[in-house]
């Protein structure tokens, strides 16, 4: 019992040891500013919250969000072709695949993949 708490007190004093040391040795300036700050996505931490952001980055993310749900959905329907009716598949499948070129025709025919408004 005293030796397995000796072994304890000698391994935490070897851990706080070592972060001791680390924190003296290391080159990391706590005042710097720039690194202690947050980033996200570009945004600059230090100007307004409300400021305006791209419509065509979002409208491109909205885009690519919805097609990328569409195509998650696809996949699972070539897995499904040899263990399903044939009509039944093709007819989902397709209709599926016409409803995609839909969408992006209206997208194409509404402007929204140009760059300028």
């Known amino acids: 019992m005293l030796l ?3 072994l304890m007190l000698i391994i935490m004093a070897l851990s ?24 996200e996505c ?19 993310t909205i885009i690519f969000l919805i097609f990328d749900v569409e195509i998650s959905l696809l996949l699972p329907m070539i897995l499904t072709f040899n263990t399903s009716n044939m009509i ?9 695949i016409i409803i995609l070129i839909l969408g992006i025709l209206y997208e194409w025919n509404q402007s929204l993949l140009n760059w300028k408004f």
Not at 26 to 38: C, G, H
């Open 42 to 60: 570009g945004f600059d931490p230090k100007s307004l919250t409300r400021s305006p952001f791209s419509m065509q980055f979002f409208i491109i």
């Open 16 to 39: 706080l040891l070592m972060i001791l040391l680390s924190l003296i040795i290391s080159k990391k300036k706590m005042n710097d500013r720039e690194k202690i700050s947050p980033f």
């Open 4 to 6: 397995s708490i000796s």
């Open 88 to 96: 039944m598949w093709f007819s989902t499948t397709s209709s599926f």
